[in-house]
């Protein structure tokens, strides 16, 4: 197809010539056409690249390893649930069960639950796509750990305790420290009594046994002797034993020893006599239990050697309130 040919009339010949375009406007046009072109060729490449029909193998390996990344913090995380049911679990048995069985004060939720406070422990993870998922998960993990740490030391302790339960359970004063076929009768129990002396009404910290003068006083638990001696004001001849475990008990008004300071002794050995020493009206054991220095009432701790009808009686005689031998 022939070139098309442009021409003028020139005025001056009275004759058509024909129009040469500039060499600077051909230039230009060159040029426009070359930007136009390269700009819309960077703009198909930008919109070819973003499709999936022209994904790189690298791409698409990327975006295999992100999908199962995401299917496996999501595996993850279910069976972390499944972890968080049986820690609670645990925890609800070693707080109502095991620990209540060792009189053992139960672990708080809020010490088991707590988190990490202070410094941000994930800002390394921060400024990725999937950060919320990968740190949230993390931070998940770090709790998990932290409650598993504490349940492990706590389970520590209860084995501990388990392992002393025996020698616990040999301590506890668990007798009476006069044997029923000697008493003659159960003189006063543990509450507000009326003073011998005084008639005032005050507190009476033990239990008075009647028995005669060099009845055998009994340990009532395992233990070592802290005193033997009749310095205390008003016991007179007394012993105080400590059985550790925060318990400890006092036999007053003794007659004669059977042991002395520092002596181990094991419940049932003989450690005095029935007498009237110090404070005392008549001949007759005056017995006190503590439990982390503080006095509480010795019927309790009877169940060692003694029937359920036998413990009836002496409750019934117990919360009289009659006058103390002391």
Same mark, same amino acid.
């Given at each position: 197809?022939?070139?098309k040919?442009?021409?003028?009339?020139?005025?001056?010949?009275? $004759?058509? *010539?024909?129009?040469?375009p #500039?060499?600077?406007?051909?230039?230009g046009?060159?040029?426009?056409?070359?930007?136009?072109?390269?700009?819309?060729?960077f703009?198909?490449?930008?919109?070819?690249?973003?499709?999936?029909?022209?994904?790189?193998?690298? /791409?698409?390996?990327? !975006?295999?390893?992100?999908?199962?990344?995401?299917?496996r913090?999501? @595996?993850?995380?279910?069976?972390? +649930?499944?972890?968080?049911?049986?820690? +609670?679990?645990?925890?609800?048995? /070693?707080?109502?069960? =095991?620990?209540?069985?060792?009189? %053992?004060?139960?672990?708080?939720? +809020?010490? &088991?639950?707590?988190?990490?406070?202070g410094?941000?422990? =994930?800002? +390394?993870?921060?400024?990725?796509?999937?950060?919320?998922?990968?740190?949230?998960?993390?931070? *998940?993990?770090?709790?998990?750990? #932290?409650e598993?740490?504490?349940?492990?030391?706590?389970?520590?302790?209860?084995? !501990?305790? !388990?392992?002393?339960?025996n020698?616990?359970?040999?301590?506890?004063?668990? @007798?009476q420290?006069?044997?029923?076929?000697?008493?003659? &009768?159960?003189?006063?129990?543990?509450?507000?009594?009326?003073?011998?002396?005084?008639?005032?009404?005050?507190?009476?910290?033990?239990?008075?046994?009647?028995?005669?003068?060099? %009845?055998?006083?009994?340990?009532?638990? /395992?233990?070592?002797?802290? *005193?033997?001696?009749?310095?205390?004001?008003?016991y007179?001849?007394?012993?105080?034993?400590?059985?550790?475990?925060?318990?400890?008990?006092?036999?007053?008004?003794?007659?004669? =020893?059977?042991?002395k300071?520092?002596? &181990?002794?094991?419940?049932? /050995?003989? @450690?005095?006599?029935?007498g009237?020493?110090?404070?005392?009206?008549?001949?007759?054991?005056?017995?006190?239990?503590?439990?982390?220095?503080?006095?509480?009432?010795?019927?309790?701790?009877?169940?060692?050697?003694?029937?359920?009808?036998?413990?009836? @009686?002496?409750?019934?005689? $117990?919360?009289?309130?009659?006058?103390?031998?002391?």
């Amino acid at each position: 197809m022939a070139k098309k040919v442009k021409y003028y009339f020139d005025t001056e010949s009275l $004759a058509y *010539r024909k129009i040469k375009p #500039k060499l600077s406007k051909k230039l230009g046009y060159i040029g426009l056409f070359l930007l136009s072109s390269a700009l819309f060729g960077f703009l198909c490449f930008v919109v070819l690249l973003n499709t999936p029909f022209f994904e790189t193998p690298k /791409d698409r390996l990327q !975006a295999r390893e992100i999908e199962t990344m995401k299917l496996r913090y999501s @595996i993850l995380n279910k069976k972390m +649930e499944q972890i968080d049911e049986v820690l +609670e679990s645990i925890e609800e048995r /070693d707080n109502n069960i =095991y620990r209540a069985y060792f009189n %053992t004060s139960p672990i708080p939720t +809020e010490q &088991r639950k707590a988190g990490f406070g202070g410094v941000n422990r =994930y800002k +390394e993870l921060e400024g990725f796509n999937n950060s919320e998922l990968v740190i949230n998960t993390s931070k *998940r993990v770090d709790v998990i750990s #932290k409650e598993l740490a504490i349940q492990s030391k706590s389970l520590d302790e209860i084995l !501990a305790l !388990a392992k002393q339960k025996n020698k616990l359970l040999a301590a506890i004063p668990a @007798i009476q420290p006069v044997k029923n076929e000697q008493l003659k &009768r159960m003189a006063s129990g543990f509450g507000y009594r009326s003073d011998p002396f005084t008639k005032a009404r005050k507190m009476h910290q033990g239990m008075d046994f009647t028995a005669p003068t060099g %009845t055998p006083i009994f340990a009532t638990g /395992d233990g070592i002797v802290k *005193r033997a001696d009749n310095t205390a004001s008003g016991y007179g001849n007394h012993i105080v034993i400590q059985h550790g475990y925060g318990y400890e008990t006092l036999y007053g008004h003794l007659s004669k =020893y059977k042991c002395k300071a520092g002596q &181990r002794v094991k419940r049932g /050995d003989i @450690i005095g006599y029935v007498g009237s020493t110090g404070r005392s009206e008549a001949p007759h054991l005056h017995y006190e239990v503590h439990k982390d220095g503080k006095p509480v009432n010795p019927i309790n701790f009877y169940y060692g050697n003694i029937s359920a009808a036998e413990y009836s @009686i002496i409750s019934k005689l $117990a919360n009289q309130e009659n006058q103390s031998l002391d």
